[in-house]
């Protein structure tokens, strides 16, 4: 890799730091820091793989890669829901490993900036073990995930 290609790629990473991919399960406001994320796409077909834990739905085919899927409201223990038009996966890149997130909805890309964040207090609730911060966005509440800590057990699986 040239010097010029590493200069290019750590201009990138700046350009993206501070800034989350937003999406919902039911009424929740959360957020993705985007520099994991590599598309958004509509539910695909998925195959079943036996032996996962329910919140692990199978594998899909993106353009010839099997890439696992996880249904994001399960894995936070929420009921199942059937999908619907609104309905999308975020593809992530997490450890050379890309990974599908099926979420309710998306919603924007945010900027969060320095002082718009909260480390979150010690309430034990086994949810947030996967979040990284709390943020203020107008008089909303967006709840970051932690890539690393979602996908801590996940990625040993494959």
Do not use: W
Not at 96 to 118: F, P, W, Y
């Amino acid at each position: 890799m040239s010097e010029n290609q590493i200069m290019t790629d750590e201009k990138n990473l700046d350009d993206l730091n501070g800034r989350y991919l937003s999406f919902y399960i039911d009424d929740t406001f959360y957020g993705i820091e985007l520099f994991h994320v590599t598309e958004i796409i509509s539910i695909l077909p998925i195959t079943f793989v036996p032996s996962l834990p329910a919140y692990i739905k199978g594998i899909i085919n993106l353009r010839g890669k099997v890439v696992p899927v996880i249904d994001v409201r399960l894995k936070f223990g929420q009921e199942e829901r059937p999908y619907d038009d609104k309905t999308c996966i975020i593809v992530v890149l997490v450890e050379d490993m890309q990974v599908g997130l099926i979420v309710d909805s998306v919603a924007e890309v945010v900027s969060i900036h320095d002082g718009q964040s909260n480390t979150l207090p010690d309430l034990g609730r086994q949810g947030e073990r996967y979040l990284s911060s709390i943020s203020k966005i107008g008089d909303r509440s967006i709840l970051n995930i932690d890539c690393n800590k979602f996908f801590q057990n996940d990625l040993q699986l494959y």
